[in-house]
């Protein structure tokens, strides 16, 4: 569905002032905030990761605050339909994305740009500029907006004044947004008393589709899932074809359900349709430029007569200056065809090994907590399988304040070997260098009941797991 904007609005002037004049505000004292009061020290809706301003920015998850408040029972409310509900989780999914002008996605977004992108997802078309959603959408009293409303800035308390800044309105005085250069996808509370709300009150089209993101609200409460058979690889980038072409036919020789894959960056997606064939497959278009290489390195495969993709993504794991920094994470929803039960897959591929770098530590610690914003939410719609080359040691270094065990346990998940019960030294020897770096975790709902790995040409075994559901 489209929604054109209503009456006349700034077009690319409203867009060349969003940031500039958001960021020229953020100096203010706090105005008076518009909406439901709240308790004095309660800073945050905690259920919903919602983190301060400078911690968002380094990363930080509630949990690691200093006093963060608890948020009280009910202060926070659901979103008022589904597609309000699904538009926000992909816009949660993109917590941490740095700002930039104009963008909208998949990687960067400016404000106005996160919202397209996340309504775009959720099969709404939205006006580009802020000043043109404004004026496109039914306003609503401040007294009954539900989290996946509009909250827009105006420059002056006139009615009908210039829209500078948009976010999306999560409850309690807080919204998500693409605040301003140099800054994230993050919390923040409402900050100025000249701001109205709107309400996106349409119906995702069918088959819509947006490159980042495609959306079926109709997820939750689905029936019983059947027993998973999982596979993960690091199938190494610039092997000769023939090579990468049996690599690849040992990993889908086990007849695995879903498959997350590492270092396709240099494989186009016919190639490996053409060698995964039964199979469908997920990745976002890449990012240009060559700091953006691996970008398009985690695809998700799938067993296309089983399972149909009802929601998809990408998220930035890190982000930094060094090319074999910049670490991305594909995911995909799946709804199985014979029950309709569905969960989520995420194929991650994380930075390399940063040893006894405090600074690349800490670097690493925010990817996963990206990741387990991720599944927090994905949650929703069913359990949870990620896959992926987390370049941590399972020996030594997983467990550690800054690893993936002990960050992902936060959002309930486990890693396969774990589970079944049992360690043979196989299943820790994932990589030729010694070791394990390869994972498999599952979220409540599927336990693994056997786990083993398989030889490759490439410098990785894959991990093979098959998951009971609960």
């Known amino acids: 569905m489209v929604i054109q904007a209503r009456?006349?609005?700034?077009?690319?002037?409203?867009?060349r002032h969003e940031g500039r004049r958001h960021e020229g505000r953020r100096a203010r004292p706090p105005h008076r905030l518009v909406g439901a009061p709240v308790a004095i020290g309660l800073l945050v809706p905690l259920a919903l990761g919602v983190v301060t301003p400078a911690a968002a920015q380094a990363g930080i998850t509630p949990a690691d605050q200093p006093g963060a408040a608890t948020a009280a029972e009910g202060v926070v409310g659901?979103?008022?339909?589904?597609?309000?509900?699904?538009?926000?989780?992909?816009?949660?999914?993109?917590?941490?994305?740095?700002?930039?002008?104009?963008?909208?996605?998949?990687?960067?977004?400016?404000?106005?740009?996160?919202?397209?992108?996340?309504?775009?997802?959720a099969g709404v078309a939205l006006?580009?500029?802020?000043?043109?959603?404004f004026r496109a959408l039914a306003a609503i009293p401040s007294g009954e907006a539900r989290p996946g409303d509009l909250v827009f800035f105006?420059?002056?308390?006139?009615?009908?004044?210039?829209?500078?800044?948009?976010?999306?309105?999560?409850?309690?005085?807080?919204?998500?947004?693409?605040?301003?250069?140099?800054?994230?996808?993050?919390?923040?509370?409402?900050?100025?008393?000249?701001?109205?709300?709107?309400?996106?009150a349409a119906s995702p089209s069918a088959g819509a589709e947006e490159p980042g993101n495609t959306t079926d609200a109709?997820?939750?409460?689905?029936?019983?899932?059947?027993?998973?058979?999982?596979?993960?690889?690091?199938?190494?980038?610039?092997?000769?074809?023939?090579?990468?072409?049996?690599?690849?036919a040992t990993v889908l020789a086990r007849d695995p359900d879903v498959v997350t894959l590492q270092e396709m960056d240099d494989r186009s997606d016919a190639e490996?349709?053409?060698?995964?064939?039964?199979?469908?497959?997920?990745?976002?278009?890449?990012?240009r430029g060559d700091v953006y290489a691996q970008s398009r390195g985690t695809v998700v495969l799938w067993r296309s007569d089983s399972y149909e993709p009802v929601r998809k993504g990408r998220v930035t794991l890190t982000a930094a200056q060094a090319r074999l920094d910049n670490r991305y994470a594909q995911w995909v929803t799946l709804r199985e065809r014979e029950t309709g039960a569905t969960f989520s897959v995420i194929s991650a591929h994380a930075m390399t090994n940063p040893r006894g770098d405090t600074a690349r530590q800490r670097l690493d610690a925010a990817g996963f907590r990206r990741l387990a914003d991720l599944v927090d939410t994905l949650e929703r719609s069913?359990?949870?399988?990620?896959?992926?080359?987390?370049?941590?040691?399972?020996?030594?270094?997983?467990?550690?304040?800054?690893?993936?065990r002990t960050i992902l346990s936060r959002a309930q998940m486990t890693e396969?070997?774990?589970?079944?019960?049992?360690?043979?030294?196989?299943?820790?020897?994932?990589?030729?260098?010694?070791?394990?770096?390869?994972?498999?975790?599952?979220?409540?709902?599927?336990?693994?009941?056997?786990?083993?790995?398989?030889g490759l040409h490439s410098d990785h075994r894959a991990v093979v797991a098959d998951l009971d559901a609960d």
């Open 7 to 15: 009456g006349q609005g700034h077009g690319d002037e409203g867009r």
């Open 78 to 121: 659901t979103a008022y339909s589904a597609v309000a509900g699904a538009a926000l989780d992909v816009a949660r999914a993109q917590l941490g994305d740095p700002y930039l002008w104009g963008a909208q996605g998949p990687d960067a977004f400016d404000c106005s740009g996160l919202v397209v992108y996340a309504y775009g997802a």
């Open 127 to 133: 006006p580009r500029t802020a000043d043109a959603q």
């Open 154 to 200: 105006h420059d002056s308390p006139a009615p009908g004044s210039h829209v500078h800044h948009v976010g999306f309105y999560v409850g309690d005085g807080t919204i998500l947004h693409a605040p301003h250069p140099g800054a994230v996808v993050r919390y923040e509370r409402i900050w100025s008393s000249w701001v109205t709300y709107g309400r996106v």
């Open 218 to 248: 109709g997820t939750a409460g689905a029936s019983s899932l059947g027993d998973l058979r999982v596979v993960d690889a690091n199938i190494r980038t610039n092997m000769p074809r023939a090579r990468w072409t049996a690599d690849l």
């Open 272 to 287: 490996i349709r053409d060698a995964a064939p039964g199979y469908d497959l997920w990745r976002m278009p890449d990012q």
């Open 382 to 404: 069913g359990p949870v399988v990620l896959g992926g080359d987390l370049n941590v040691q399972y020996r030594g270094q997983a467990d550690v304040a800054w690893g993936p």
């Open 416 to 454: 396969v070997k774990q589970q079944a019960g049992r360690f043979p030294e196989s299943a820790y020897a994932t990589h030729d260098g010694g070791g394990s770096v390869d994972y498999v975790f599952t979220t409540d709902g599927l336990r693994a009941t056997e786990v083993h790995t398989v």
